[in-house]
């Protein structure tokens, strides 16, 4: 990768996690490389199964080690402090104040059996020392903040109490308590029905122009990369497959993977396009295909593929294609 | 006469009281107006009657056993071995004891006359005996006593103590306050029950209707008694609390010298073995001859064994054709090797009972009985004589008709001697061609089934007694009862009946013997039990326990004159 | 109703397959030892090697029960099936060794899979089996008769020796060979007090769940009862007060323990009865009888193998905790319970005699709780990681 | 709340007389007699009709039984024949000792069985985990009266006498013979030294129980997503299992006080039995044996109400611990 113009908060580099299971070993993530920068939106994008959340998980290192281990070599760079094999305790006071995370699934993240206020007095208190009634009061705010109404009452009731839109709000202000300079937001839209889909996706893009934080979006949607995002990065079964600002990816995708998940998205200048999805699944992590690992599903498979593809540069700061065709096919994708 | 069932099996129940601290009041209305009265008396005595200054004096005394003393100190209620010699020789008095020999003396009686013809006992009470509460026990007591013991309403369990004498208000009459007449038919040791009935105080139980005494708070929450012992406190099923009694009389030798005395009740033998190794209890009440070693190998306790008063038997259902022919009976018991099994489960603890005359009975001699010893040979000529043969080939002798030899001996759940018993003689008789079956039957239910007259649901029964100072066998063999609970063996032996006639009335004891002998001859001719033999009574003491003496008459005949060695409290 | 979830290469590792098939059939069990594969190996060779020498050792034993009584022939049949399942076992293995076989992968297979993984319930399933077998050719193997009485004076309370290596009783018979007839009575009566509380749990539970309405009401209001009340009272009340025979024991261990089977398998039903297969059937008029016996039951089995598993081991506990009482099976028959019983009062001078049997109980009922827990673990994919 | 507990109360009445009634005719119908126990020679038969009639029984089984169902109903549980008083000064006496006993017994074993399965759970496949499984497995398969007399011969007499430790604990009862005589605070150490023989053989049987049940639940409940949240809060492992996953794992676990209570009594009876314990296990037993019949039943109603009482208990503990549910 060439060198860049700002420093970048995040560098992930070569980063492999692998499952030892009975099974086999699962390369759930296999050599990926990216930088998020200061208050920018990053996205990862990618059909379920390639390797974005457990790529996510691997940076805040939540992943249950056995059976995951981040192989020798990854590295992970937070400000230029490597974070692989710094320490759980350093971890942990990294967790939910420099780097927060929300997940994809509202309505079982939060804990069942306590005070939604509390959960999130509970990182203020924790971070920021806070006494229990300053912890209170500044929950409050958050879900003010957040757009939460009545947050008074609201900071005593339960999860259950509350909609799958209004627990993911809740979520936002607690992963926000600490004002993180990362977050990562890992599908957090995705349980939600459309309308408060794009509340909440408006909210996140308010709160990041508010608190100057960068975001790194874990999403199967391009709906939601062209709407929030600067630069994506497209997964395919545990590897970066392509990078590029979002007008790069929407305008020439690279990659014949980005094409097929461009292609199965509703268009709506064109309501009446017959959407193709990409034929067949993403293969099992133990038993990656050899050459490229797309082949199998590829419209565009030929002989050349059967060899182990690496990164192109498409001339471009910051725009690569895993396809030894990509060159070729930014030419005629343009055309087009 | 009396006897009382062994069952030997767990705890037979009962008792009650309050928790924690001295003389805790039950919240019945009785004990709340007595209690009060006999801590004060007791004050009182302890200010007029100072503990001597002897340093034998002293020390908390506590007794483990496996049972409650059931239905407590009411003695017009209860049959339970430990808990009449509670009444006995602890709480309350009876007119009369035994020593050693067996012959009376005096106790609650100072003395007594006999009128020449038989028919009258006249007892002089002694003046310095009070009720713990500060009344004075006197002559009303004991016509109280009698009159209650010998009312059906009662329902007295050993009522057959007064067959030979007049009950109710016309058998006693009190001449003045410490004289007192009771009347009888004259019959051969007419003395006993006076050794065995202890005296109740008529000023407290005498407005009780006599039917509702079982159900009276007296027995086992608030006894107040007149002997060495006064009752402090009851927990039901863990323990019964006696202190010292200040004001026993001085001639009777004062104030026992222990304190306290408790008796605590652990059903499980282990447990009870594991107290005693750890000195957490002075004595254990019959441990199993299976203990005995252990507490013999202890420095600190010493195995007490003595004969005692109970046997153990096989009844015979003679109304079984198996077993109706006497030859059989006496086959089985010669084919049964009794002396082996007193060596082997009794580890030597015990002699072999020919007939049920025990050691302490003046007629015991069992060298001049035709006894019947372990000989299979002679007992397989005794059933071929009989008629009983093997004919198929089976290994077990069939009559003539096809029945087979065959017959089943119950004996009740959780008696591990009794269970021995009938596995040996299993094992045993095989070989001389019967075939005997070990069947267990909850204690409740084999009662039920010997016991009732339509019944008779047995062959053969494993059982014990504990026959008192009187022996008597006339509930067990005399033709007459033969329709009454006991008359297990169904015995019709006219010899028999007239035997058991003529020694229930003979009062001279040379004459008696002559009798008792040619009785026994004619009993073990007839074998309606096969006679197992008489364990001896084991106790386990801490050597710290001084003076104690047991025998025949139980385990706390002198517990008054126990005492606690100094340098051990 | 065993579906697909994929498929999986099964591959073997042996020896050469020619000196395997030799050493196989002269020792069943040594190649997959050599092999390094512990477990199989160990078992068919301890197998092979244990009832042969039955045969060698007591060929007149073997030979007279032949004509003998029906136990001392189911003996005999099973010292054949043993030997001939170790040996053409191994054979097959053996033979099959270069085979590479793609199987596919039933719930239930992951399930045996899951198990076998877990190393203290395998070793749990070849204690049970083990006595299972060993309760089977008790005639065969036991030194004496248990109701053998030696001398009473001189061979009473002897500890370990050759001639009894674990020590007589009070009677003077062998500790051992009680030991070993003991086994037949506690595990027959734990496998049959279960079998009879399985079928009427699951019966009753699967009526419940599938009728619904009053019958579910009735039957679990009855459930409810009897799950309440202290089983040990129970027991008590009912077996104090009538004979103790093992034939009463067993009864009333088995229905006592009914309902909490009757629970799960209702539980189960009521989930099941919302699947689509269920509802197929419904649709396609099947009887409720076959609805229930053909497709609930079948499905809602794998928690009740669990609950009977762990059921055998409750029930030896149990009949040992009544003969402590008393109540239990009575002698001279021999059961572990009773002769832990029996012999407590002599533990401080003749402990071999309720050591033996108690550590007999405890590591049966140990085999039977940790085989309990492996299949729940197995059967349960979420306790799964 | 108090609704809903009171409807549950009244719905478990026909419970109670279910189990009350089977106990009434089981104890009648069986064979044996509670005058049998009083039996000497020469009693006759008028004797034994008049303790009969003492007791009540010449009435026909089914007058008694409505006459013992109403009387009951009435609070009234007759007279008990073997301690010749009234039922309920009976259980009086043992109530309480049983209630001590199987309620420290309970707590014991909860806390114990909480804090092992989790950490079991949170070890899974650990060394730590399967030897936990097997100990505790090796105490819950032990016959309970077996385990106890272990624990007498090696805490009680092998610790006096053979190993002669400082500590050794008595073997039977409640509290020492010169209980009295002590002060306040070595009165509690009695009654503590008395508790503990009894306790742990009753709650280790128990602890196997709830642990393995608690390793499960616990397994569950750490792969939820809001455990992943709290870690993602940079709570310690610590705070994570023993504040958010405990409290949510104990939620099913809840149920097994009810499940367990039986249980528990049931093993008073041994317990009891073996430690000289006087409590309702022995005294039902007993009772039993001796055809106490007004005790038997009144004993049955006692353990059924404590069922009962039990399984309301849990439920008021499901509504503290888990805030989704509220009954009506």
């Given at each position: 990768m060439s060198a860049e113009s700002a420093p970048a908060l995040l560098s992930v580099r070569d980063l492999r996690t692998w499952f030892f299971t009975d099974q086999g070993v699962a390369k759930a993530v296999d050599g990926v490389s990216f930088d998020v920068r200061a208050g920018e939106t990053l996205g990862i994008v990618g059909e379920s199964g390639c390797g974005k959340t457990v790529t996510s998980l691997s940076v805040l290192g939540l992943l249950p080690q056995p059976p995951a281990r981040v192989m020798e070599g990854s590295s992970v760079r937070l400000r230029g402090e490597e974070l692989i094999g710094s320490g759980e305790?350093?971890?942990?006071?990294?967790?939910?104040?420099?780097?927060?995370?929300?997940?994809?699934?509202?309505?079982?993240?939060?804990?069942?059996?306590?005070?939604?206020?509390?959960?999130?007095?509970?990182?203020?208190?924790?971070?920021?020392?806070?006494?229990?009634?300053?912890?209170?009061?500044?929950?409050?705010?958050?879900?003010?903040?957040?757009?939460?109404?009545?947050?008074?009452?609201?900071?005593?009731?339960?999860?259950?109490?509350?909609?799958?839109?209004?627990?993911?709000?809740?979520?936002?202000?607690?992963?926000?308590?600490?004002?993180?300079?990362?977050?990562?937001?890992?599908?957090?839209?995705?349980?939600?029905?459309?309308?408060?889909?794009?509340?909440?996706?408006?909210?996140?893009?308010?709160?990041?122009?508010?608190?100057?934080?960068?975001?790194?979006l874990i999403t199967h949607d391009l709906g939601v990369v062209a709407e929030v995002c600067d630069r994506v990065v497209v997964m395919y079964a545990g590897q970066i497959v392509e990078t590029g600002t979002v007008y790069d990816i929407f305008g020439e995708p690279a990659h014949p993977y980005t094409r097929g998940l461009l292609d199965s998205l509703p268009s709506v200048e064109d309501p009446g396009k017959r959407l193709d999805s990409i034929p067949g699944t993403v293969p099992n992590p133990i038993d990656w295909p050899t050459g490229c690992r797309f082949r199998a599903r590829c419209p565009l498979a030929t002989e050349g593929c059967e060899l182990p593809q690496d990164l192109v540069e498409l001339g471009e700061e910051g725009r690569t294609a895993r396809c030894w065709r990509a060159p070729s096919l930014v030419a005629t994708g343009a055309a087009t | 006469m009396r006897k009382v069932l062994i069952l030997g099996v767990a705890s037979l129940t009962a008792g009650c009281g309050?928790?924690?601290?001295?003389?805790?009041?039950?919240?019945?209305?009785?004990?709340?107006?007595?209690?009060?009265?006999?801590e004060a008396f007791m004050a009182e005595s302890r200010a007029r009657n100072p503990t001597p200054d002897d340093p034998r004096y002293g020390g908390t005394l506590v007794i483990g056993s496996i049972g409650e003393l059931a239905d407590g100190m009411n003695a017009a209620i209860s049959t339970d071995y430990s808990t009449t010699q509670h009444q006995q020789f602890v709480n309350l008095m009876t007119l009369i004891d035994y020593d050693p020999e067996g012959n009376a003396r005096p106790y609650l009686a100072e003395s007594w006359d006999v009128a020449p013809d038989g028919t009258e006992i006249t007892f002089h009470l002694r003046r310095d005996v009070f009720?713990?509460?500060?009344?004075?026990?006197?002559?009303?007591?004991?016509?109280?006593?009698?009159?209650?013991?010998?009312?059906?309403?009662?329902?007295?369990p050993n009522a057959a103590f007064w067959d030979n004498y007049v009950k109710g208000p016309n058998g006693v009459a009190v001449v003045d306050d410490f004289t007192v007449v009771i009347r009888l038919e004259p019959h051969a040791e007419f003395l006993d029950p006076f050794r065995s009935a202890a005296i109740l105080p008529e000023h407290l139980l005498g407005d009780v209707p006599r039917d509702q005494l079982r159900v009276h708070p007296y027995g086992t929450q608030c006894p107040v008694g007149n002997g060495p012992f006064v009752f402090a406190e009851h927990r039901p099923q863990d323990r019964w609390l006696f202190e010292a009694n200040p004001a026993f009389p001085d001639a009777l030798g004062g104030r026992p010298f222990v304190d306290r005395y408790v008796y605590r009740i652990i059903p499980e033998q282990t447990t009870l073995l594991t107290e005693l190794l750890t000195e957490n209890i002075d004595v254990y009440i019959s441990p199993g001859p299976d203990q005995a070693q252990t507490i013999i190998d202890n420095p600190n306790l010493e195995l007490r064994s003595y004969p005692f008063r109970n046997y153990i038997l096989v009844g015979w259902n003679s109304r079984r054709p198996q077993l109706a022919d006497a030859r059989v009976r006496r086959a089985i018991t010669m084919g049964t090797n009794r002396a082996e099994i007193v060596e082997a489960i009794l580890r030597g603890y015990g002699t072999v009972a020919h007939t049920g005359v025990p050691a302490f009975h003046f007629a015991h001699s069992p060298e001049a009985l035709p006894r019947l010893r372990y000989d299979p040979e002679r007992a397989r000529a005794l059933l071929d004589e009989a008629g009983w043969r093997d004919r198929d080939g089976d290994g077990v002798r069939e009559s003539a008709d096809g029945t087979r030899l065959s017959f089943s001996i119950k004996y009740n759940t959780g008696n591990q001697q009794r269970q021995d018993i009938a596995e040996i003689m299993q094992s045993q008789l095989a070989a001389i061609g019967v075939e005997a079956q070990p069947q267990v039957v909850e204690w409740a239910t084999l009662l039920q089934q010997i016991n009732t007259p339509e019944l008779r649901d047995f062959d053969g029964v494993i059982i014990g007694w504990v026959a008192e100072f009187k022996v008597d066998d006339t509930d067990l063999f005399h033709s007459e009862r033969i329709d009454q609970p006991y008359a297990w063996s169904g015995t019709q032996n006219p010899e028999i009946d007239r035997l058991l006639d003529a020694i229930s009335i003979t009062v001279d004891r040379s004459e008696a013997t002559n009798l008792w002998l040619e009785y026994q001859r004619v009993l073990i001719e007839e074998q309606p039990y096969t006679y197992f033999y008489f364990p001896d009574r084991l106790d386990g003491v801490n050597r710290r326990v001084v003076d104690v003496v047991m025998d025949a008459r139980g385990e706390w005949v002198n517990i008054k004159d126990w005492y606690l060695d100094p340098s051990s409290r | 109703m065993s579906s697909d979830v994929g498929s999986l290469v099964v591959e073997h590792h042996q020896g050469t397959s020619r000196g395997g098939r030799l050493l196989s059939a002269i020792l069943p069990g040594l190649p997959q030892l050599l092999a390094g594969r512990w477990g199989v190996g160990s078992a068919a060779l301890l197998t092979w090697v244990g009832l042969l020498w039955i045969v060698v050792a007591r060929p007149s034993r073997v030979a007279s029960a032949l004509g003998g009584a029906w136990d001392e022939q189911l003996a005999v049949g099973t010292l054949v099936v043993g030997l001939s399942t170790a040996w053409l076992w191994s054979w097959r293995d053996v033979a099959a060794a270069h085979e590479v076989k793609r199987v596919g992968?039933?719930?239930?297979?992951?399930?045996?899979?899951?198990?076998?993984?877990?190393?203290?319930?395998?070793?749990?399933?070849?204690?049970?089996?083990?006595?299972?077998?060993?309760?089977?050719?008790t005639p065969l193997v036991a030194p004496y008769d248990p109701a053998f009485q030696g001398d009473l004076l001189r061979e009473r309370y002897v500890s370990a020796s050759a001639a009894h290596p674990l020590g007589t009783d009070q009677f003077a018979r062998d500790v051992l060979s009680r030991l070993l007839y003991g086994a037949r009575i506690s595990?027959?009566?734990?496998?049959?007090?279960?079998?009879?509380?399985?079928?009427?749990?699951?019966?009753?539970?699967?009526?419940?769940?599938?009728?619904?309405?009053?019958?579910?009401?009735?039957?679990?209001?009855?459930?409810?009862?009897?799950?309440?009340?202290?089983?040990?009272?129970?027991?008590?009340?009912?077996?104090?007060?009538?004979e103790p025979s093992i034939f009463l024991i067993t009864a009333v261990l088995g229905l006592t323990l009914w309902p909490g089977t009757a629970r799960i398998v209702r539980g189960e039903v009521l989930s099941l009865r919302e699947r689509e297969f269920v509802q197929a059937a419904t649709a396609l008029g099947f009887s409720k009888t076959r609805i229930i016996l053909r497709h609930l039951i079948p499905n809602a089995l794998g928690p009740v193998i669990v609950a009977a598993t762990l059921g055998i081991g409750n029930t030896i506990v149990l009949e040992a905790g009544l003969s402590f009482l008393g109540l239990g099976v009575q002698p001279p028959t021999p059961s572990w319970g009773t002769m832990v019983a029996d012999g407590r009062n002599v533990l401080l001078n003749a402990w071999w005699l309720s050591t033996f049997p108690g550590l007999a109980i405890v590591f049966t009922v140990l085999s039977f709780n940790l085989v309990g827990d492996g299949l729940r673990d197995a059967l349960d994919p979420r306790l799964r990681s | 709340m108090t609704k809903y507990l009171a409807r549950r109360l009244l719905g478990a009445i026909p419970l109670v007389i279910g189990i009350a009634t089977i106990v009434f005719f089981a104890v009648n119908l069986a064979p044996g007699d509670p005058t049998l126990r009083f039996l000497a020679p020469g009693m006759n038969q008028e004797v034994i009709e008049q303790m009969r009639a003492n007791f009540g029984l010449d009435q026909p089984m089914h007058i008694r039984y409505v006459k013992w169902l109403g009387a009951m109903l009435t609070g009234d549980f007759g007279y008990s024949f073997s301690h010749s008083r009234p039922v309920l000064a009976v259980l009086r006496d043992f109530v309480p000792n049983t209630l001590v006993l199987s309620a420290v017994a309970l707590v014991v074993a909860f806390v114990l069985g909480v804090l092992l399965g989790t950490i079991q759970a949170v070890r899974q496949y650990s060394k730590v985990d399967s030897g936990l499984s097997v100990v505790l497995l090796f105490f819950y398969s032990m016959p309970s009266f077996w385990l106890a007399l272990m624990l007498i011969l090696t805490l009680s007499l092998f610790a006096r006498n053979v190993w002669e430790l400082p500590i050794w604990f008595p073997a039977s009862g409640m509290v020492s013979t010169d209980y009295e005589f002590l002060s306040f605070g070595a009165q509690l150490r009695d009654r503590f030294m008395h508790l503990v023989l009894p306790t742990l053989s009753l709650a280790l049987v128990l602890t196997a129980g709830i642990a393995r049940y608690m390793r499960g639940s616990m397994l569950e409940v750490i792969r939820q997503d809001y455990?992943?949240?709290?870690?993602?809060?940079?709570?310690?492992?610590r705070v994570v299992v023993f504040k958010h996953a405990l409290r949510n794992a104990l939620i099913p676990i809840i149920t097994l006080v009810g499940l367990y209570i039986p249980v528990l009594f049931s093993g008073t009876v041994f317990i009891e039995y073996v430690f000289a314990w006087p409590g309702m296990g022995r005294t039902i037993y007993e009772a039993?044996?001796?055809?106490?019949?007004?005790?038997?039943?009144?004993?049955?109603?006692?353990?059924?109400?404590?069922?009962?009482?039990?399984?309301?208990i849990a439920d008021v503990l499901y509504a503290i611990v888990d805030p989704r549910i509220r009954y009506e």
């Open positions: 305790r350093r971890m942990r006071a990294l967790r939910g104040n420099e780097i927060s995370m929300i997940f994809q699934e509202p309505m079982s993240s939060l804990n069942p059996v306590y005070k939604i206020g509390g959960q999130i007095a509970e990182s203020l208190r924790l971070h920021r020392g806070m006494d229990r009634k300053a912890a209170r009061a500044e929950a409050v705010r958050l879900l003010a903040e957040v757009g939460l109404s009545e947050p008074e009452r609201r900071v005593d009731e339960y999860p259950h109490q509350l909609s799958g839109g209004m627990r993911q709000r809740v979520m936002i202000a607690m992963a926000l308590s600490c004002e993180p300079s990362l977050l990562i937001a890992d599908e957090p839209t995705t349980a939600l029905d459309v309308t408060v889909q794009a509340q909440i996706l408006e909210l996140l893009a308010e709160l990041r122009g508010k608190f100057g934080m960068a975001v790194l | 309050g928790e924690g601290g001295q003389r805790t009041a039950s919240n019945d209305p009785f004990c709340q107006a007595v209690l009060p009265a006999v009720w713990h509460d500060g009344e004075q026990t006197d002559a009303y007591d004991v016509a109280f006593t009698y009159e209650t013991v010998t009312d059906p309403l009662t329902a007295y | 992968v039933s719930v239930w297979e992951l399930a045996v899979r899951a198990f076998s993984k877990n190393r203290t319930a395998v070793a749990g399933l070849l204690v049970i089996v083990g006595l299972y077998v060993i309760a089977l050719l595990l027959l009566i734990g496998f049959v007090a279960v079998s009879i509380s399985v079928t009427i749990g699951t019966l009753l539970g699967a009526i419940a769940g599938f009728l619904g309405g009053i019958v579910d009401g009735v039957i679990m209001r009855f459930v409810d009862m009897v799950i309440s009340f202290p089983r040990l009272v129970l027991l008590i009340t009912i077996i104090a007060l009538f | 455990i992943r949240t709290a870690h993602a809060k940079g709570l310690s492992e039993i044996l001796t055809r106490d019949y007004p005790l038997v039943m009144a004993g049955s109603f006692f353990f059924a109400a404590m069922v009962v009482v039990a399984n309301l």
